[in-house]
């Protein structure tokens, strides 16, 4: 994931201390002096800029000098960019320098990390990553800016921690409005909350279950995390040392619970929001919602749809489903294999939980068919953690001093444009190393792929969201036939049975949908109206031009986590890893509009899709 391009340094060559301080002195004086030319100049004929919310409020890419030189345009004297200094002593690899460094701009101060290359007997940028990590004047309170929490001295009118929590949980939504509603309380939802409230931005987070974690709790039982402990930490609160590697789910569920009460997240369970509309003129929106039966209106000024790409079940309309007589519902429904003990069940997908379910059920004794309508790739657990992630992501690179934030800004540093690049050799590696298990699963008749590009999962996740499956064993149960595979699409149900395309016929007493997630933007279109959904557009996706993500080129994930078509409605979500990251950039946004800080946001993205 962070390899380097280029041929080995030579003795005779300057350090790559004095190399990278050259560059950075350089950059930094022909911002100080307007040159945008001269700045520039100073990247590499191929290069990439990355930049979060730092100079453009935006989370934006531009390539190339003649992007820079577009981007400097339009933000340099806003930004007013200063005090650039080396964070440390930068790294050389195969002929490439990683420097990390620290800026601030008008407003605030920010991280940097720049991999520098020779090109013309110069040192230039090839890549470089600018992100603000706080305000100016607006600082979290950590620290040596702790809060004191004792109030000294005498004071009749004294408040207790208590009665302060009491109160504040009585006026919001009532006497006092929510500057930010957040509409989803899982770990996304519940993570940004902790992160305004850190910044002291009045904000609320609903969810339509009773208790924070209840999301994870409803799900099949057998579910676990796939994505290791060093990966999946929330902000401020990390997992303690002692945590499983792979969380199951209701360990989750009362960590978030927990999460919550001890960040004091405002958060209101048992409430759904069912209309939102925004009125231009007062900036200001109007939400129904219902909470626990009582019908409210909230009157915030931004509107965040945390509900998660797994959010909106894509449950598929077949004829015959109305005269089947077994059970059927999709795989975020599905209770766990208990009552299913020597029943005929058809699992209809071939991804993440199609095959954490198949395994659960054949342990207790069903009766289990795969039904596989495209390839999938697949990609051994412990393959992907150690050649995968390791580097990142692991005690190994905790050891080596690759702490989870430094983590999270070196794979925020390569850009989306040659992400692929990377991870091609890692997946030729993995393939490699477990060529028995995929001959195995070929020779069973399942349809394999590595991504359109060979590379992988990770970038199959940011395009599209699915398509893969990190086994931890239910894909041997495939290949040796003790769950039965059948390929093609379904046709129709009938009262006892599932009908393939070619005639295949299934026989079922329950029929499990795991057939993904809609677009996040359906759930704009169910809040407020599809007006405001075609407007927003198309939400995930790099617009790689690969199966479910229609080009052109977008160079981010769409609408996640930075402005969007709407005004005032933003989109927050992804992973644990990314809940984790973006939600400070989407946290620092929201803030800066709430003190009245200028936003002017640079490089906004076209919509070219509507879902």
């Known amino acids: 994931m962070t390899q380097t391009l280029g041929s080995p340094q030579t003795d005779s060559l300057p350090s790559p201390q004095r190399k990278a301080e050259n560059w950075l002195t350089g950059f930094a004086d022909a911002l100080a002096a307007r040159d945008i030319p001269r700045a520039a100049s100073m990247f590499a004929a191929t290069s990439y800029w990355r930049d979060l919310i730092a100079f453009t409020w935006n989370i934006t890419t531009t390539e190339n000098p003649d992007g820079v030189t577009r981007r400097l345009e339009a933000t340099l004297g806003e ?17 490439v320098i990683t420097a990390w460094f620290t800026f601030e701009t008008a407003v605030g101060r ?24 706080e305000l100016k004047g607006h600082e979290e309170p950590r620290g040596t800016h702790r809060p004191m929490g004792a109030e000294h001295g005498i004071n009749p009118q004294r408040q207790t921690w208590a009665e302060k929590r009491a109160q504040e949980e ?14 989803g309380g899982g770990q996304g939802g519940i993570a940004l909350g902790a992160r305004l409230r850190q910044l002291d931005v009045p904000a609320l987070v609903i969810d339509n279950h009773p208790r924070p974690g209840d999301q994870w709790r409803g799900r099949y039982k057998s579910l676990c995390l796939h994505d290791p402990v060093w990966y999946d930490h929330l902000p401020y609160l990390k997992f303690p040392d002692n945590w ?18 001890i960040m004091e997240v405002p958060y209101w369970g048992s409430t759904k929001a069912t209309s939102a509309t925004f009125d231009p003129t007062t900036k200001e929106w109007t939400v129904e919602i219902d909470r626990d039966g009582e019908r409210m209106t909230l009157h915030p000024k931004q509107v965040v749809l945390a509900t998660g790409m797994s959010g909106k079940p894509n449950v598929p309309q077949l004829p015959g489903q109305d005269v089947f007589r077994g059970e059927q519902h999709h795989s975020s429904q599905h209770p766990g294999p ?13 991804n993440n939980s199609a095959f954490d379910i198949c395994g659960a059920l054949w342990e207790h004794g069903a ?3 795969m039904v596989q309508r495209s390839s999938t790739h697949i990609v051994k657990s412990e393959s992907l953690m150690e050649i995968g992630m390791g580097d990142l992501y692991s005690e190994r690179a905790l050891a080596s001093g690759v702490t989870t934030e430094k983590a999270d800004m070196i794979f925020a540093s390569l850009p989306y444009r040659i992400m ?10 993995m393939k490699e190393r477990d060529s028995e298990f995929y001959a195995k699963l070929e020779r069973a008749g399942f349809w394999l792929d590595f991504g359109e590009d060979e590379s992988g999962l990770f970038l199959k996740y940011l395009r599209r969201g699915s398509g893969y499956y990190i086994d931890v064993g239910a894909a041997d149960l495939v290949a040796d036939g003790q769950v039965k595979l059948a390929h093609g699409q379904v046709e129709r149900l009938t009262e006892d049975s599932v009908v393939l395309a070619d005639g295949t016929e299934l026989p079922a007493d329950l029929v499990v949908y795991a057939t993904g997630y809609g677009s996040m933007n359906g759930w704009a279109a169910d809040l407020m109206g599809q007006e405001v959904a075609d407007k927003v557009g ?10 479910k993500d229609p080009g052109p080129w977008e160079g981010e994930e769409r609408n996640m986590w930075k402005p969007t078509q709407q005004e005032a409605l933003w989109f927050h979500g992804g992973n644990l890893h990314q809940s984790r990251h973006y939600s400070l950039y989407l946290a620092l946004q929201l803030k800066a509009r709430h003190v009245g800080i200028p936003t002017p946001v640079r490089e906004p993205a076209e919509v070219h899709h509507l879902s």
């Open 244 to 261: 499983p590697v792979f969380a199951p789910k209701d360990k989750i569920a009362d960590w978030l619970e927990s999460y919550v009460k």
């Open 420 to 429: 692929h690049r990377f991870q091609i050799p890692l997946y030729e590696q």
């Open 367 to 369: 009766d289990v068919t």
């Open 110 to 133: 920010g991280r940097g990390l720049v991999r520098l290359v020779a090109e013309d007997h110069e040192t230039k940028a090839w890549t470089l990553l600018t992100t603000m990590y």
């Open 79 to 95: 930004a007013d960019p200063a005090h650039f200094a080396l964070e440390e002593p930068p790294e050389e690899a195969d002929g």
């Open 538 to 547: 198309k939400v995930w996706g790099l617009g790689s031009d690969t199966a």
């Open 338 to 350: 208990d009552a299913y003990t020597g029943k005929r069940v058809v699992v209809i997908g071939s």
């Open 170 to 183: 009585a006026e919001l939504g009532t006497t006092v409005q929510p500057y930010v509603l957040v509409i």
